[in-house]
């Protein structure tokens, strides 16, 4: 089937004995190596857009720190998923969502260029689940004695005892316990027992969660003044506000109640994008660890990626500039997902500071963050201040050799049974790689990434099917047959119209199908970078060898639109 991509350039050379027929000799360009992330897809409050868009950024910074000192594509998947991780504002790793019984269990995934993968789901005492993903990733490879076949997915105790008969530390659930998972925990837990109540009054379900709440140490490290019992959100919880990509709670942790239970109207203060400050009190932390401490074990003992941060870009260059290329939004009905705010796809400006030794800060000059061409900043979203996102991340990356990659980790769905496995670890639904074939001329290959809410994209496959879309150029036709589609606005589009939300799993649904999307398209011409999401929102960033400095966008949805999307495209010499 013919693809979009143009042809590698073509030179003329002649036969070694100077007879005047003409050989055509393909020139092969150099690879160049970059990073996408993503941060998640749901709303980010425009008063937290800042952190998010921070955090996306300084990841792609790292990975590419990574892919620049020679690492290979699944090695920078793993650092930058590993920052994330250890950054309370993403529901992975360190901060993630608990169980019913209060208990930290993540998933992960990582998929190289070959389409092999290693995952690890519902694992607990891991504060870096994407490496446990990784490690198994790579024994995955290694023989076994007596022919046996080395697993490429391990899940709850197995995938920890793995973990530790391969080195890797293990940490006890209250130190991957962030203030904000306990204040969730408490409210959710609340939240639950109303809401069983008033559909099953002669059911004592919350027996067990009552207990752990009232007498379990997150009470009282977390509401130690008892002020979580004036809290009521059964309606946030009867309307299935626990699946992934939507929101969590309409309460603002550590704002006043009004007479009703409702917040008050008073904004909320956050962190600013400052390194390793600890003497603040806020509902985010901003934590920069060592960039030498996410090297992996198959990375130590070769040149490390240099701590030298590079200088701010001022301005978007003319030949970057030539790469964003923005898609056009769709002008399809706001699907039931669809965002009750108006907005637009935008970024925000990062609030840089220090932090003294006295602790007071000391304010910079803002310098705004590269955006994706054709998007606009945000506008207020009325007095909404809080995230409604608590849901996997992901990253893509290519490195010098061309070698593409995919990596997803979530703490999954608050309040979800022990051992529910989420799509982040689950090749082909949240992360998926389609190979290059080796007759291809064009070496194409495809990676995406999803985030949303699981169980849907677990029906309808969701990461290889938009993987496969890019790949073979296709969309959902009449009948649901294949149809050809060179125009990849429409192409995701209807991933996420037809393929996803018009999926006989998915639609009439009592809880709404959300999903963003994440997908890059690689080819001897170039890389192309796109995403697309039905969702409030969605952060991420790019970043290419050649950059100084990632581009970051917070993807909005508008009204009038039930799909919001953009991309990047980069051509190599």
């Not at 995938?159 to 204040?183: C, T, W, Y």
């Not at 001022?314 to 923005?326: I, R, Y």
């Amino acid at each position: 089937m013919q693809r979009s991509s143009s042809s590698p350039e073509l030179s003329p050379i002649s036969s070694g004995d100077g007879a005047a027929d003409r050989v055509w000799r393909r020139k092969q360009p150099q690879p160049v190596a970059a990073i996408f992330i993503h941060a998640g897809a749901g709303y980010h409050s425009v008063a937290n857009e800042h952190v998010h868009l921070s955090a996306c950024s300084e990841a792609a910074k790292l990975g590419m720190s990574f892919l620049r000192a020679g690492a290979s594509a699944t090695q920078a998947v793993e650092a930058a998923i590993k920052y994330l991780e250890d950054r309370e504002i993403t529901n992975a790793g360190f901060g993630s969502n608990l169980t019913m019984d209060g208990i930290v269990e993540c998933d992960a995934t990582v998929v190289d260029h070959l389409g092999r993968s290693g995952a690890c789901g519902a694992v607990p005492g891991v504060r870096n689940p994407i490496s446990l993903a990784k490690l198994i990733l790579d024994a995955s490879s290694r023989p076994l004695s007596l022919r046996r076949v080395p697993p490429n997915i391990l899940v709850g105790e197995g995938a920890r005892e793995f973990g530790i008969e391969h080195g890797m530390p293990q940490v006890p659930n209250e130190q991957l316990v962030s203030k904000n998972a306990k204040d969730r925990y408490l409210r959710w837990n609340e939240d639950l027992k109303r809401a069983e109540a008033k559909l099953h009054p002669s059911n004592h379900f919350s027996g067990r969660t009552a207990e752990k709440s009232s007498a379990g140490d997150y009470e009282q490290a977390a509401d130690p003044a008892g002020q979580s019992s004036g809290r009521d959100h059964t309606n946030a919880i009867l309307t299935g506000t626990w699946n992934e990509g939507q929101p969590d709670s309409p309460h603002i942790p550590g704002t006043p109640l009004g007479e009703n239970g409702s917040p008050a109207g008073t904004a909320v203060t956050t962190a600013r994008s400052t390194p390793s400050s600890s003497s603040r009190s806020s509902s985010y932390t901003l934590r920069t660890p060592n960039p030498l401490s996410y090297v992996s074990a198959a990375f130590q003992g070769r040149s490390r990626p240099s701590q030298k941060r590079p200088k701010v870009r001022k301005s978007v260059s003319d030949d970057a500039a030539a790469f964003l290329t923005p898609l056009t939004g769709t002008n399809k009905a706001p699907s039931p997902a669809a965002s009750a705010h108006d907005g637009s796809v935008s970024t925000a400006e990062s609030d840089r500071g220090d932090i003294s030794d006295d602790g007071e800060k000391k304010e910079e000059e803002k310098q705004p963050l590269p955006t994706l061409a054709g998007t606009k900043r945000s506008r207020e979203f009325g007095s909404g201040h809080e995230d409604f996102v608590t849901d996997t991340v992901g990253a893509i990356a290519i490195d010098n050799r061309g070698h593409i990659a995919a990596g997803s980790s979530s703490g999954g769905i608050g309040m979800k049974h022990r051992g529910r496995i989420g799509p982040a670890a689950l090749v082909g639904i949240g992360t998926a790689v389609v190979p290059e074939d080796p007759e291809d001329e064009m070496a194409t290959s495809v990676a995406a990434v999803t985030s949303g809410t699981g169980e849907h994209m677990a029906t309808c496959i969701a990461s290889a099917k938009c993987a496969e879309r890019l790949f073979h150029c296709t969309r959902r036709g009449p009948s649901g047959q294949d149809i050809e589609e060179l125009d990849e606005s429409a192409l995701m589009e209807s991933f996420i119209v037809n393929d996803f939300m018009g999926h006989p799993g998915v639609r009439n649904q009592p809880s709404a199908g959300a999903i963003g999307v994440m997908a890059v398209k690689k080819d001897l011409s170039g890389i192309s970078f796109y995403f697309a999401h039905n969702t409030d929102s969605f952060a991420l960033s790019a970043m290419a060898a050649t950059d100084q400095q990632p581009t970051c966008t917070m993807s909005r949805l508008s009204k009038a639109h039930g799909v919001a999307q953009g991309a990047r495209r980069m051509r190599y010499d």
